[in-house]
């Protein structure tokens, strides 16, 4: 399974790019994420998820001009708590009750509204070793309740939303993820280590378009450092490519460049 896997991360980009008549958008990005999980009961464990996503100026549906600052402007907002249950410690298995996902829509460079989203997320992590390689296999089925417009001044990040109508939609994801320790056979105590991953987002349902069926793909590459068993902090360069194919001729495709800082701290016991 481990060839198919690593087969599919070299080929995704070039599968996604080969194409033709797309339009594509450039969009600068800075994710924040913190990362803080711990034990409940034997085999449990929980964990929440806090990402803070910035975006420089532009369009979702033409070009506009960018300040040049991937900061600029709010663009998404993610909570994510999961509870994990490790059967085996090659496989682990994961439900997020409820997740919260707050968004602000863009036009010609300038946020139009503000919309929130939960989510429902059962997954399951396939965990394997080649050496010291360590594989990570990430499968994730999303129930997605998206809520209506707001004001753009009306973003909370504790306002559940605006659902007296809301949009149902199914989303499957699968993730590789690649960590390689430097100079050490595992990840311990100061240990600098690489990271490479790709995770591809299908639309599933009968309401999802022939063409929108492949939603997102995400490759990312950078480097972690483990400061000890309960600290680490990841630095990455990660490159979104969003096919949301909804102008009038129905191809155009945003490439967000972000810069990827993530914070994880680990056995914190409540």
Do not use: C
């Not at 001009?65 to 090659?90: A, C, D, E, I």
């Not at 559940?160 to 056979?185: C, H, I, M, V, W």
């Amino acid at each position: 399974m481990n060839k198919y896997a690593l087969l599919l991360l070299g080929l995704m980009p070039i599968l996604l790019f080969s194409q033709a008549s797309r339009q594509y958008y450039h969009i600068p990005n800075a994710w924040m994420d913190v990362n803080v999980s711990g034990k409940l009961y034997k085999k449990f464990s929980w964990q929440i998820e806090n990402s803070h996503r910035r975006q420089d100026m532009q369009g979702e549906y033409n070009e506009s001009t960018t300040t040049g600052n991937l900061f600029h402007s709010f663009g998404q907002h993610v909570v994510r708590p999961y509870v994990h249950y490790q059967l085996s410690p090659k496989i682990r298995f994961s439900l997020m009750p409820l997740g919260w996902i707050g968004s602000n829509r863009f036009n010609e460079g300038n946020p139009i509204s503000f919309f929130s989203e939960l989510r429902i997320s059962p997954q399951v992590m396939l965990t394997q070793f080649l050496g010291k390689l360590k594989l990570d296999n990430r499968l994730r089925y999303e129930m997605r309740w998206i809520g209506q417009n707001q004001p753009v001044d009306d973003k909370s990040f504790i306002y559940a939303g605006d659902f007296s109508s809301s949009t149902f939609r199914e989303r499957l994801r699968y993730q590789l993820k690649l960590n390689l320790p430097f100079g050490r056979e595992k990840i311990s105590d100061k240990t600098l280590y690489g990271i490479l991953s790709n995770e591809v987002f299908i639309q599933v349902g009968n309401q999802i378009p022939r063409a929108n069926v492949l939603d997102q793909n995400r490759i990312l590459i950078g480097l972690g450092y483990s400061v000890n068993r309960s600290l680490s902090i990841e630095l990455a360069y990660q490159r979104q490519t969003i096919f949301r194919l909804n102008n009038t001729l129905k191809n155009n495709v945003d490439l967000n460049n972000i810069l990827y800082v993530n914070m994880i701290v680990s056995n914190l016991n409540l």
